[in-house]
């Protein structure tokens, strides 16, 4: 059996990344961006090479087996038997929730999200004209839950999409088969189009809380949804600009591929190469990494929740932990959260670009030592 190491990744400083280069002359851990410091899986790197050595990057359409692969990959991993007509290339997530609003809604129209939330959901209905209409997701506990009453009363305001971020970027939860059916129940009854990034569902932690793709409940939430999809999280290769809708009604679909036309590019053909060998190939990269985002999670939380002031919620998926400073920050008067980690050698992001002030999100996908530095670091700030 191959092993892969993820005890150590490629050199990032002084290279082209975001992530690492918002730090270039500072000793910061660079926490923020949500990429991996691992390198793509070595099947997704042998592809690529063999494809460069073609020598030629001429105009591409996804061939069937990359579709197959998806399709297949789908059906693997969550259950979830589709058709290769409801698939719609993209070249990126972000692009294709921003074609939803585009394609469901009017000017003036309502585009429900719960907060916190990944911040391009908070800016994509005003790109259109559109409205953003948000209720804030309660933490009971240590879950992060909806506010079901709150959500309801919300679609009163014009609401025509409701964009589902699940699994959940910041707060890390798989949303179970209860609250999705409650979701697609409220769908129905104000027949809103349920747009749902499911880029996190290669990342579920929890072996107990499979992801369910919100569109494989029943054959008429399907009919009403748009899903988004991409390798580029599950296997670090997002600016490779690969991503997919996946859009059962015929109806919808035409709508969405006429608000694509003329502003949405192909996607990228080395994209398309890594896509298809990552679907298929690189199941067992994926439990490797697995294993050591459950053990970088487990490693956050213990310490997080042992610091005076912080707190945090268990990491259903992703690599992403959702902390909670608002103590830290009222008993030591900190007003601004991002910039007291940064004094403290840690670059993380900022709670209030989702919606939140007083909690920031800390990547942990890189490797344990590096995540045990920045933790390292965090507690000493604490403390101090
Ligand atoms: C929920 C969510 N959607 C979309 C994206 C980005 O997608 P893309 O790079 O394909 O536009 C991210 C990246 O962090 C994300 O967390």
């Not at 970027?169 to 697609?184: H, M, T, Y």
């Not at 996190?200 to 569109?215: E, Y």
């Not at 670090?236 to 590019?265: E, S, W």
Request: aromatic residues 10%; proline residues 8%; contains cysteine.
């Amino acid at each position: 059996m191959t092993t892969f190491d993820f005890s150590t990744g490629p050199e990032r400083a002084g290279s082209d990344s975001i992530k690492w280069r918002r730090y270039a002359d500072r000793d910061v851990i660079p926490m923020w961006v949500a990429d991996m410091d691992f390198a793509a899986p070595p099947a997704v790197l042998e592809a690529l090479h063999t494809r460069i050595d073609h020598g030629v990057f001429g105009y591409a359409d996804p061939w069937p087996s990359v579709a197959e692969a998806v399709i297949d990959g789908i059906a693997r991993d969550h259950a979830w038997q589709i058709k290769p007509e409801w698939l719609v290339w993209l070249p990126g997530v972000v692009t294709g929730f921003n074609v939803a609003v585009r394609a469901v809604g009017q000017p003036g129209d309502g585009v429900f999200t719960a907060t916190p939330v990944y911040p391009p959901f908070l800016h994509a209905p005003g790109n259109f004209e559109q409205r953003l209409v948000t209720t804030p997701l309660l933490q009971h506990g240590t879950r992060w839950e909806w506010d079901w009453s709150r959500t309801e009363a919300a679609m009163a305001d014009g609401v025509r999409l409701f964009m589902l971020c699940n699994p959940h970027n910041p707060v890390g939860r798989v949303f179970d088969r209860d609250e999705l059916g409650r979701i697609a129940a409220l769908a129905e009854r104000h027949d809103l189009v349920i747009c749902s990034d499911e880029i996190h569902c290669g990342l579920v932690l929890d072996p107990a809380k499979p992801h369910i793709p919100i569109a494989s409940l029943d054959e008429s939430v399907a009919k009403r949804t748009i899903t988004l999809m991409a390798p580029s999280k599950t296997w670090n290769i997002p600016a490779l600009y690969c991503a997919f809708a996946i859009i059962p009604d015929a109806g919808l679909r035409a709508r969405y591929k006429r608000a694509m036309a003329g502003i949405v590019p192909h996607v990228n053909v080395l994209g398309l190469v890594a896509t298809e060998v990552a679907y298929r190939d690189c199941g067992p990269w994926r439990e490797a990494l697995l294993d050591t985002l459950r053990a970088n999670a487990a490693r956050v939380v213990d310490v997080i929740n042992s610091l005076p002031g912080l707190s945090t919620t268990p990491v259903e998926a992703t690599y992403l932990a959702w902390i909670d400073c608002r103590e830290l920050l009222a008993t030591r008067g900190i007003a601004n959260v991002a910039a007291f980690f940064e004094a403290a050698g840690v670059g993380l992001s900022d709670g209030k670009d989702f919606g939140l002030p007083g909690f920031v999100r800390l990547n942990f996908g890189c490797p344990p030592a590096r995540l045990e530095e920045g933790l390292v670091r965090i507690r000493r700030a604490v403390i101090s």
